[in-house]
């Protein structure tokens, strides 16, 4: 079965860069046909989609994040990763890297992806 799990630094401080990774385990990133895509919840708020990149390696993000955001794939590790620039408390969230077998461009309905992985907190301290 496919399997996701994140990882990365616990706590980023403001104006830092946040930085994390997603192994995959079941599945090829550069041929399986899949989406990876990172979403995150901050605290009592709902979801947020952020960018997704493609199983050849094209990239989409969310126009709100777009300026600070970067996903990128390492298909010698099975991984991708993400990267948040110049972060803000704003930015405290359970970060989670998900996949899908179809694209779906800002989608916050759990639902539509087939996979997830178990989420990372990631607090910014003001």
């Known amino acids: 079965q496919v399997q996701l799990q994140e990882s990365g630094p616990g706590l980023v401080k403001p104006s830092q860069t946040l930085s994390l990774t997603c192994t995959v385990s079941?599945?090829?990133?550069?041929?399986?046909?899949?989406?990876w895509s990172w979403i995150r919840q901050p605290p009592g708020k709902g979801l947020e989609w952020m960018g997704v990149?493609?199983?050849?390696?094209?990239?989409y993000y969310s126009p709100s994040l777009k300026s600070r955001t970067s996903i990128a794939r390492d298909t010698s590790k099975n991984q991708f990763t993400l990267q948040l620039v110049s972060v803000t408390p704003e930015d405290t969230a359970v970060y989670y890297c998900?996949?899908?077998?179809?694209?779906?461009?800002?989608?916050?309905?759990?639902?539509?992806?087939?996979?997830w992985g178990q989420g990372t907190q990631v607090p910014v301290p003001s």
């Open positions: 998900a996949g899908s077998k179809r694209l779906h461009l800002g989608a916050t309905t759990m639902k539509l992806y087939d996979y």
């Open positions: 079941g599945a090829s990133i550069p041929t399986g046909y899949y989406y």
């Open positions: 990149i493609s199983y050849s390696g094209s990239t």
